[in-house]
């Protein structure tokens, strides 16, 4: 079993920068995939970015591309997410995710790709 706990959530103008933080705990964090996903009121739960273990490899859809920058620490079991630019629609609860699926050559960017969730943190963009 792995617990994961986001934080870094709050409130940020329209244009501002914010890292989330997720920590996990439990089993080992080695061979986990990680992606944060968001879910904004009244929305299906989106998929923001992933990241392998090795941090070799990651993968941003065009909605974060070039503004959102994923990261991990294994010696902290902790994965970051670097917010920059970010707009009045980035307003959303953040959750990551840890699976050890192998999903090649695709991403895993499903909900149901993923084994464990985080509670999440609530991000809100003011205009």
């Known amino acids: 079993q792995v617990q994961l706990v986001e934080s870094g959530g709050t409130l940020v103008q329209a244009g501002g920068s914010l890292r989330l933080s997720c920590a996990a705990s439990?089993?080992?964090?080695?061979?986990?995939?990680m992606g944060w996903f968001r879910q904004a009121p009244g929305k299906e739960r989106e998929f923001v970015t992933a990241?392998?273990?090795?941090?070799?490899?990651?993968y941003y859809p065009d909605s974060v591309k070039g503004r959102f920058t994923i990261s991990r620490d294994n010696a902290k079991n902790t994965v970051y997410l670097q917010m920059n630019s970010l707009k009045p629609e980035d307003t959303a609860v953040y959750y990551c995710?840890?699976?050890?699926?192998?999903?090649?050559?695709?991403?895993?960017?499903?909900?149901?790709?993923?084994?464990?969730w985080g509670q999440g943190t609530q991000v809100t963009v003011s205009s």
């Open positions: 995710a840890a699976t050890t699926g192998q999903f090649s050559p695709r991403w895993p960017s499903h909900t149901y790709d993923y084994d464990y």
């Open positions: 990241i392998t273990w090795s941090g070799g490899f990651t």
């Open positions: 439990g089993r080992t964090f080695v061979g986990y995939t």
